[in-house]
Protein backbone atom coordinates (compact mmCIF):
# COMPACT_ATOMS: atom_id res chain seq x y z
CA UNK A 1 0.00 0.00 0.00
CA UNK A 2 0.81 3.86 -0.28
CA UNK A 3 1.59 5.94 2.39
CA UNK A 4 -1.78 7.30 4.02
CA UNK A 5 -1.86 9.42 6.85
CA UNK A 6 -3.49 7.98 9.97
CA UNK A 7 -7.10 7.99 10.52
CA UNK A 8 -10.16 6.63 12.17
CA UNK A 9 -12.48 4.51 10.45
CA UNK A 10 -15.61 1.66 11.79
CA UNK A 11 -12.72 -0.37 12.41
CA UNK A 12 -10.83 1.74 14.96
CA UNK A 13 -7.68 3.78 13.92
CA UNK A 14 -5.86 3.21 11.36
CA UNK A 15 -1.93 3.62 10.46
CA UNK A 16 0.30 3.31 7.47
CA UNK A 17 2.81 0.37 7.87
CA UNK A 18 6.98 0.81 8.38
CA UNK A 19 7.67 0.02 4.47
CA UNK A 20 4.86 2.90 3.66
CA UNK A 21 6.54 5.51 5.55
CA UNK A 22 10.01 4.17 4.58
CA UNK A 23 9.01 4.04 0.75
CA UNK A 24 7.25 7.63 1.69
CA UNK A 25 10.46 9.47 2.73
CA UNK A 26 12.80 7.69 0.28
CA UNK A 27 10.19 9.12 -2.79
CA UNK A 28 10.44 12.50 -0.91
CA UNK A 29 14.75 12.57 -0.80
CA UNK A 30 14.80 11.47 -4.45
CA UNK A 31 12.49 14.04 -5.34
CA UNK A 32 14.75 16.81 -3.09
CA UNK A 33 17.59 15.44 -4.24
CA UNK A 34 17.21 14.13 -7.53
CA UNK A 35 16.21 10.74 -9.10
CA UNK A 36 19.81 9.69 -9.44
CA UNK A 37 20.67 9.74 -5.73
CA UNK A 38 21.72 6.15 -4.25
CA UNK A 39 19.50 4.85 -1.72
CA UNK A 40 20.41 0.98 -1.66
CA UNK A 41 20.47 -0.88 1.76
CA UNK A 42 24.39 -0.06 2.77
CA UNK A 43 24.25 3.74 2.41
CA UNK A 44 24.37 5.94 4.82
CA UNK A 45 21.36 8.12 3.71
CA UNK A 46 19.40 4.62 3.44
CA UNK A 47 20.63 3.98 6.72
CA UNK A 48 19.07 7.51 8.28
CA UNK A 49 15.97 7.39 6.44
CA UNK A 50 15.63 3.59 8.14
CA UNK A 51 15.93 5.39 11.26
CA UNK A 52 13.90 8.04 10.81
CA UNK A 53 10.92 5.58 9.05
CA UNK A 54 11.28 3.06 12.60
CA UNK A 55 10.93 5.86 15.26
CA UNK A 56 7.53 7.16 12.85
CA UNK A 57 5.94 3.94 13.04
CA UNK A 58 7.01 3.38 16.87
CA UNK A 59 5.33 6.29 17.30
CA UNK A 60 2.01 5.58 15.29
CA UNK A 61 2.38 2.07 17.37
CA UNK A 62 1.80 3.99 20.55
CA UNK A 63 -0.78 6.20 19.37
CA UNK A 64 -2.69 3.04 18.41
CA UNK A 65 -2.09 1.73 21.53
CA UNK A 66 -3.45 4.50 23.35
CA UNK A 67 -6.31 4.67 21.07
CA UNK A 68 -7.19 0.75 21.54
CA UNK A 69 -6.76 1.49 25.60
CA UNK A 70 -9.72 3.55 25.91
CA UNK A 71 -12.49 0.17 25.49
CA UNK A 72 -12.27 -2.62 27.72
CA UNK A 73 -12.43 -5.30 24.31
CA UNK A 74 -9.21 -3.90 23.37
CA UNK A 75 -7.04 -2.61 26.12
CA UNK A 76 -4.18 -4.33 27.32
CA UNK A 77 -2.23 -4.64 30.27
CA UNK A 78 -2.10 -1.67 32.72
CA UNK A 79 -4.74 0.06 29.88
CA UNK A 80 -7.49 -2.31 30.63
CA UNK A 81 -6.87 -1.76 34.43
CA UNK A 82 -7.50 1.81 34.36
CA UNK A 83 -10.97 1.46 32.66
CA UNK A 84 -12.12 -1.75 34.37
CA UNK A 85 -11.71 0.61 37.69
CA UNK A 86 -14.25 2.22 36.33
CA UNK A 87 -16.30 -0.70 37.26
CA UNK A 88 -15.07 -1.06 40.66
CA UNK A 89 -12.57 -4.10 39.27
CA UNK A 90 -9.13 -4.94 40.43
CA UNK A 91 -6.55 -7.13 38.43
CA UNK A 92 -6.44 -10.19 40.82
CA UNK A 93 -2.88 -11.12 41.69
CA UNK A 94 -2.08 -14.47 42.76
CA UNK A 95 -2.66 -16.20 45.41
CA UNK A 96 -1.18 -19.68 47.06
CA UNK A 97 -2.59 -22.93 47.43
CA UNK A 98 -3.53 -24.27 50.75
CA UNK A 99 -3.95 -27.75 52.65
CA UNK A 100 -4.79 -28.66 56.08
CA UNK A 101 -2.32 -30.76 57.34
CA UNK A 102 -2.43 -33.25 60.62
CA UNK A 103 0.78 -33.36 62.72
CA UNK A 104 1.81 -35.83 65.33
CA UNK A 105 4.66 -36.53 67.26
CA UNK A 106 5.25 -35.89 71.13
CA UNK A 107 2.98 -34.20 73.51
CA UNK A 108 3.16 -30.49 73.42
CA UNK A 109 6.31 -30.39 71.14
CA UNK A 110 6.56 -27.21 69.84
CA UNK A 111 7.05 -26.58 66.21
CA UNK A 112 8.42 -23.31 64.73
CA UNK A 113 8.77 -21.92 61.02
CA UNK A 114 8.54 -25.75 59.49
CA UNK A 115 8.51 -26.58 55.89
CA UNK A 116 6.90 -30.14 54.59
CA UNK A 117 6.80 -31.18 51.35
CA UNK A 118 4.61 -33.30 49.13
CA UNK A 119 5.64 -36.67 46.96
CA UNK A 120 5.60 -33.98 43.74
CA UNK A 121 8.95 -32.06 45.60
CA UNK A 122 6.53 -28.95 46.35
CA UNK A 123 6.71 -27.06 49.40
CA UNK A 124 4.29 -25.74 52.05
CA UNK A 125 4.85 -23.45 54.76
CA UNK A 126 3.40 -24.57 58.17
CA UNK A 127 2.59 -21.17 60.22
CA UNK A 128 5.24 -19.70 62.31
CA UNK A 129 4.16 -21.53 65.33
CA UNK A 130 2.77 -25.20 65.99
CA UNK A 131 1.95 -26.68 69.14
CA UNK A 132 0.92 -30.17 69.50
CA UNK A 133 -1.69 -31.38 72.13
CA UNK A 134 -1.79 -33.50 74.85
CA UNK A 135 -2.14 -36.64 72.64
CA UNK A 136 0.65 -35.57 70.34
CA UNK A 137 -1.71 -34.08 67.74
CA UNK A 138 -2.21 -31.05 65.90
CA UNK A 139 -4.28 -29.56 62.67
CA UNK A 140 -2.77 -26.74 60.72
CA UNK A 141 -3.01 -25.41 56.91
CA UNK A 142 -0.12 -25.24 54.95
CA UNK A 143 0.77 -23.08 52.65
CA UNK A 144 2.25 -23.26 49.10
CA UNK A 145 5.47 -21.72 48.84
CA UNK A 146 4.58 -21.30 44.77
CA UNK A 147 2.17 -18.98 43.74
CA UNK A 148 -0.66 -20.25 41.52
CA UNK A 149 -2.47 -23.93 40.82
CA UNK A 150 -0.31 -26.01 43.18
CA UNK A 151 -1.92 -29.08 43.43
CA UNK A 152 -1.58 -31.91 45.89
CA UNK A 153 -4.20 -35.37 46.24
CA UNK A 154 -4.80 -36.86 49.80
CA UNK A 155 -1.56 -38.52 51.48
CA UNK A 156 0.77 -36.89 49.11
CA UNK A 157 1.90 -33.95 51.57
CA UNK A 158 4.07 -36.50 53.57
CA UNK A 159 7.96 -34.95 54.03
CA UNK A 160 8.59 -33.17 56.87
CA UNK A 161 11.34 -30.76 55.25
CA UNK A 162 12.74 -29.47 58.82
CA UNK A 163 12.94 -31.71 61.53
CA UNK A 164 11.76 -30.91 64.79
CA UNK A 165 12.89 -32.91 67.52
CA UNK A 166 9.88 -34.59 69.25
CA UNK A 167 7.71 -33.96 65.38
CA UNK A 168 7.78 -37.45 63.61
CA UNK A 169 4.72 -37.27 60.89
CA UNK A 170 2.77 -34.70 58.53
CA UNK A 171 0.19 -35.78 55.92
CA UNK A 172 -3.10 -34.84 54.86
CA UNK A 173 -6.10 -36.37 54.56
CA UNK A 174 -7.98 -33.90 51.85
CA UNK A 175 -6.39 -32.51 48.84
CA UNK A 176 -5.21 -29.01 48.45
CA UNK A 177 -7.15 -26.42 47.68
CA UNK A 178 -5.55 -24.98 44.54
CA UNK A 179 -4.29 -21.29 44.16
CA UNK A 180 -4.59 -18.72 41.27
CA UNK A 181 -2.36 -17.44 38.65
CA UNK A 182 -2.39 -13.61 38.00
CA UNK A 183 -5.11 -12.94 36.42
CA UNK A 184 -5.17 -12.79 32.76
CA UNK A 185 -6.67 -9.64 29.80
CA UNK A 186 -9.00 -12.08 28.76
CA UNK A 187 -10.04 -13.38 31.85
CA UNK A 188 -10.12 -9.75 33.17
CA UNK A 189 -12.31 -8.35 30.18
CA UNK A 190 -15.17 -11.60 30.78
CA UNK A 191 -15.15 -10.16 34.58
CA UNK A 192 -15.54 -6.65 33.68
CA UNK A 193 -18.48 -7.97 31.37
CA UNK A 194 -20.17 -9.77 34.07
CA UNK A 195 -19.99 -6.77 36.19
CA UNK A 196 -21.69 -4.15 34.54
CA UNK A 197 -25.09 -6.62 35.52
CA UNK A 198 -23.74 -6.13 39.02
CA UNK A 199 -26.70 -3.37 39.96
CA UNK A 200 -29.19 -5.95 39.29
CA UNK A 201 -31.14 -7.07 43.04
CA UNK A 202 -33.19 -10.02 41.76
CA UNK A 203 -31.95 -11.00 38.43
CA UNK A 204 -29.73 -13.83 38.33
CA UNK A 205 -26.73 -12.19 35.97
CA UNK A 206 -26.79 -9.74 39.63
CA UNK A 207 -25.63 -12.41 41.66
CA UNK A 208 -23.34 -14.00 40.02
CA UNK A 209 -21.80 -10.79 39.42
CA UNK A 210 -21.77 -9.58 42.62
CA UNK A 211 -20.39 -13.19 43.43
CA UNK A 212 -17.56 -12.84 41.20
CA UNK A 213 -16.30 -9.55 42.65
CA UNK A 214 -15.74 -11.50 46.13
CA UNK A 215 -12.11 -12.24 46.86
CA UNK A 216 -10.28 -15.06 45.71
CA UNK A 217 -13.93 -16.36 43.91
CA UNK A 218 -12.65 -18.02 40.80
CA UNK A 219 -15.84 -19.72 39.40
CA UNK A 220 -19.38 -19.48 39.98
CA UNK A 221 -22.16 -21.86 38.38
CA UNK A 222 -25.74 -21.26 38.96
CA UNK A 223 -28.81 -23.55 38.34
CA UNK A 224 -31.91 -22.10 38.38
CA UNK A 225 -35.28 -24.61 38.69
CA UNK A 226 -38.14 -22.54 38.42
CA UNK A 227 -40.58 -25.71 37.72
CA UNK A 228 -42.89 -27.51 40.77
CA UNK A 229 -40.71 -30.41 39.92
CA UNK A 230 -37.54 -31.76 41.94
CA UNK A 231 -35.35 -32.17 38.62
CA UNK A 232 -32.14 -34.11 38.09
CA UNK A 233 -30.98 -32.84 35.03
CA UNK A 234 -30.28 -28.46 34.17
CA UNK A 235 -28.70 -27.60 31.11
CA UNK A 236 -27.52 -31.16 31.34
CA UNK A 237 -25.56 -30.89 34.46
CA UNK A 238 -26.64 -33.91 36.61
CA UNK A 239 -27.07 -33.39 40.49
CA UNK A 240 -27.93 -36.51 41.93
CA UNK A 241 -28.99 -35.20 45.08
CA UNK A 242 -31.84 -33.63 42.77
CA UNK A 243 -32.68 -29.91 42.13
CA UNK A 244 -35.62 -28.81 44.26
CA UNK A 245 -38.26 -27.23 43.19
CA UNK A 246 -38.54 -23.12 43.03
CA UNK A 247 -34.77 -23.49 43.96
CA UNK A 248 -31.10 -21.91 43.07
CA UNK A 249 -28.27 -24.42 42.94
CA UNK A 250 -24.76 -22.08 43.32
CA UNK A 251 -21.50 -24.47 42.63
CA UNK A 252 -18.50 -22.15 43.79
CA UNK A 253 -14.79 -22.06 43.71
CA UNK A 254 -13.08 -20.00 46.43
CA UNK A 255 -14.03 -16.95 48.26
CA UNK A 256 -15.18 -17.00 52.08
CA UNK A 257 -18.30 -18.79 53.10
CA UNK A 258 -19.78 -15.56 55.33
CA UNK A 259 -18.78 -13.22 52.16
CA UNK A 260 -20.76 -15.31 49.59
CA UNK A 261 -23.68 -15.99 51.89
CA UNK A 262 -24.20 -12.01 52.69
CA UNK A 263 -23.87 -11.48 48.90
CA UNK A 264 -26.55 -13.98 47.45
CA UNK A 265 -28.53 -12.98 50.84
CA UNK A 266 -28.73 -9.40 49.63
CA UNK A 267 -29.62 -10.41 45.91
CA UNK A 268 -31.82 -13.54 46.01
CA UNK A 269 -35.26 -13.41 44.64
CA UNK A 270 -37.96 -13.72 47.14
CA UNK A 271 -39.41 -17.42 47.91
CA UNK A 272 -36.09 -19.25 46.34
CA UNK A 273 -35.09 -21.88 47.88
CA UNK A 274 -31.61 -22.04 48.30
CA UNK A 275 -29.19 -25.32 47.52
CA UNK A 276 -26.68 -26.72 48.99
CA UNK A 277 -24.57 -28.72 51.50
CA UNK A 278 -22.61 -26.05 52.63
CA UNK A 279 -25.12 -23.84 55.26
CA UNK A 280 -24.40 -19.98 56.78
CA UNK A 281 -26.95 -18.21 58.95
CA UNK A 282 -26.82 -14.53 57.55
CA UNK A 283 -29.33 -12.01 59.40
CA UNK A 284 -30.74 -9.24 57.64
CA UNK A 285 -31.19 -5.62 58.80
CA UNK A 286 -34.62 -6.62 61.58
CA UNK A 287 -32.19 -9.30 62.84
CA UNK A 288 -33.86 -12.18 60.82
CA UNK A 289 -31.73 -15.02 60.24
CA UNK A 290 -31.34 -16.09 56.99
CA UNK A 291 -30.08 -19.44 55.62
CA UNK A 292 -28.04 -19.74 52.83
CA UNK A 293 -26.90 -23.09 51.07
CA UNK A 294 -24.60 -23.35 48.19
CA UNK A 295 -22.15 -25.99 47.01
CA UNK A 296 -18.05 -26.26 47.03
CA UNK A 297 -17.05 -28.12 44.02
CA UNK A 298 -14.79 -31.27 44.22
CA UNK A 299 -11.42 -31.36 42.92
CA UNK A 300 -11.43 -34.40 40.47
CA UNK A 301 -7.46 -35.05 39.27
CA UNK A 302 -7.56 -36.12 35.27
CA UNK A 303 -5.04 -38.85 34.45
CA UNK A 304 -4.10 -38.79 30.81
CA UNK A 305 -1.94 -41.20 29.12
CA UNK A 306 -1.16 -40.67 25.02
CA UNK A 307 1.28 -42.54 22.66
CA UNK A 308 3.25 -39.95 19.82
CA UNK A 309 5.35 -41.22 17.18
CA UNK A 310 8.35 -38.55 17.12
CA UNK A 311 9.00 -37.05 14.22
CA UNK A 312 12.04 -34.69 13.06
CA UNK A 313 13.09 -32.13 15.60
CA UNK A 314 10.93 -33.71 18.73
CA UNK A 315 12.46 -33.07 22.03
CA UNK A 316 11.69 -33.52 26.03
CA UNK A 317 10.92 -29.87 25.61
CA UNK A 318 7.98 -30.75 23.41
CA UNK A 319 7.33 -32.82 25.41
CA UNK A 320 6.91 -30.89 28.39
CA UNK A 321 4.65 -28.31 26.33
CA UNK A 322 2.55 -31.28 25.50
CA UNK A 323 1.74 -31.87 29.53
CA UNK A 324 1.31 -28.47 30.30
CA UNK A 325 -0.81 -27.79 27.27
CA UNK A 326 -2.94 -30.73 28.93
CA UNK A 327 -3.06 -29.58 32.37
CA UNK A 328 -3.71 -26.17 31.36
CA UNK A 329 -7.06 -26.92 29.39
CA UNK A 330 -8.45 -29.41 32.33
CA UNK A 331 -7.65 -26.67 34.79
CA UNK A 332 -9.78 -23.95 32.56
CA UNK A 333 -12.65 -26.40 33.03
CA UNK A 334 -15.86 -25.33 35.08
CA UNK A 335 -17.45 -28.10 37.81
CA UNK A 336 -19.63 -30.25 35.86
CA UNK A 337 -18.50 -29.62 32.52
CA UNK A 338 -17.08 -32.92 30.85
CA UNK A 339 -13.67 -33.87 29.52
CA UNK A 340 -14.05 -34.22 25.69
CA UNK A 341 -11.64 -36.39 24.53
CA UNK A 342 -11.09 -35.08 21.10
CA UNK A 343 -10.53 -31.12 22.80
CA UNK A 344 -8.03 -32.99 24.60
CA UNK A 345 -5.96 -34.33 21.32
CA UNK A 346 -6.56 -29.99 20.56
CA UNK A 347 -4.54 -28.96 22.75
CA UNK A 348 -2.19 -31.87 22.76
CA UNK A 349 -1.49 -31.17 19.26
CA UNK A 350 -1.61 -27.04 19.32
CA UNK A 351 1.42 -27.56 21.17
CA UNK A 352 3.27 -28.69 18.45
CA UNK A 353 5.92 -25.73 17.27
CA UNK A 354 5.68 -24.14 13.82
CA UNK A 355 6.47 -24.30 10.79
CA UNK A 356 6.34 -27.96 10.38
CA UNK A 357 5.42 -30.96 13.35
CA UNK A 358 7.64 -32.67 15.32
CA UNK A 359 5.01 -35.38 16.09
CA UNK A 360 1.87 -37.53 15.42
CA UNK A 361 -0.62 -38.50 18.03
CA UNK A 362 -1.85 -41.83 17.69
CA UNK A 363 -3.88 -43.04 20.50
CA UNK A 364 -5.27 -40.59 23.61
CA UNK A 365 -7.01 -42.16 26.99
CA UNK A 366 -8.13 -40.11 29.71
CA UNK A 367 -9.74 -40.60 32.94
CA UNK A 368 -10.36 -39.80 36.86
CA UNK A 369 -8.35 -43.07 38.49
CA UNK A 370 -4.65 -43.64 37.47
CA UNK A 371 -4.90 -46.97 35.97
CA UNK A 372 -8.02 -46.73 34.53
CA UNK A 373 -8.04 -45.43 31.13
CA UNK A 374 -10.90 -45.10 28.73
CA UNK A 375 -10.95 -43.26 25.10
CA UNK A 376 -14.37 -41.79 26.05
CA UNK A 377 -15.43 -38.59 27.38
CA UNK A 378 -14.98 -38.45 30.91
CA UNK A 379 -18.88 -36.60 32.60
CA UNK A 380 -18.57 -34.48 35.93
CA UNK A 381 -21.49 -33.82 38.74
CA UNK A 382 -22.33 -30.40 38.78
CA UNK A 383 -20.29 -29.85 41.93
CA UNK A 384 -17.33 -31.63 40.51
CA UNK A 385 -14.30 -29.67 38.70
CA UNK A 386 -11.53 -31.47 36.46
CA UNK A 387 -7.77 -30.35 37.42
CA UNK A 388 -4.98 -30.91 36.04
CA UNK A 389 -1.45 -31.30 36.86
CA UNK A 390 1.71 -32.05 34.18
CA UNK A 391 2.87 -35.13 36.38
CA UNK A 392 -0.19 -36.65 35.35
CA UNK A 393 0.20 -37.00 31.76
CA UNK A 394 1.86 -39.68 30.75
CA UNK A 395 3.61 -39.74 27.16
CA UNK A 396 4.96 -42.82 25.14
CA UNK A 397 6.87 -41.81 22.51
CA UNK A 398 7.54 -44.16 19.55
CA UNK A 399 9.45 -43.81 16.52
Known amino acids: MAYFPPYIDASGLQIPTYTDIENLLISNARSIFGSDIYLENDSQDFQEIALRAQAIYDTMLAVQLAYNNRSPLSAIGAGLDSIVAINGLVRRGQTASTVSVNLTGTAF ?20 SVTLDAGGLATATATSQTSGTVTALAGQVSVIVTPTFGWTSVT ?19 RQQISVSNPSQALTTGMIGALYE ?38 ITGGNNN ?70 YLDSLVPGQAVIISELWQAALAADPLPYPVFSLLSLEASTASGALSPNDIPFKFDEKAIGDPLNVIINVTT
Not at 223 to 248: C, F, K, Q, R, V
Not at 285 to 292: G, K
Not at 303 to 316: D, P, Q
Open 109 to 128: TLIQNAVVADTNGNLWNLPS
Open 214 to 251: LDNVTSVQLYENDTNLTLNYINGIENAGGYPPHSLTFV
Open 172 to 190: NLDAATPGQAIETDAELRA
Open 259 to 328: EIASSIALRKTPGAFLNGDVSVTIYDQFSVPIVVRFYRPIQAMVYVEMTIKALNGYSSAVGTAIKNAIAN
